[in-house]
């Protein structure tokens, strides 16, 4: 400043722009002159804008999606979110940071997605000894609820069947547990 601005004289200042730092705070700044020149100071305060980079892989570290980059500033505080990816779950829904240097890198781990399978074993047996009297069935599929699966009793050489009902249903829910067995019991012929 020069002699050519009076002791309170009115002045407005404005922040200039500076590549990769973005004024925080006021970008204007109105004072009037003070006799003091040591006083008539404006301080306009920045910070480094940076990247933050996300990252999305599967528990052994292999990439799953590219990564993105996210612009920000050091000493912010940043919330980033999983994105969703076919046939995985992340372990975490979402990271919260605060930006404290350069190139900061966040990483979320995905673990596969088990298809939920239940597997349905048929026996056939000797109502007395419990002895398979044929080869089990075994019956694989996905957990669809409210799905019915129907098995029937088959003639076995020799055997007749003792049951009351041919056919088993087994009815299909949430609470269906991942292995179920079903015996049908037949007598011997003698």
Known sequence: MDDRFPVGWEVTENAINIDEWQIYGDSEIQFKLKPDRSENVITFYYRQSTWVTVK???????????DLEFPTYIGEECVFYAKEIEGY???EESITISVVEAGQ??????????????????????????RDIAEPEIDVFPRVVGDIRTYTAKNIE???FSGTTIRKRIKITADTPSEVEEKFEYVEHN
């Open 158 to 160: 020799n055997y007749s």
């Open 56 to 66: 999305y892989v599967d528990a052994s570290g292999n990439m799953l999606a590219d």
């Open 89 to 91: 779950t992340p372990r």
């Open 105 to 130: 890198v966040v990483v979320f781990i995905y673990d596969e997605e088990q298809e939920d399978l239940i597997t349905v074993t048929i026996r056939y047996v000797d109502k007395y000894t419990n």
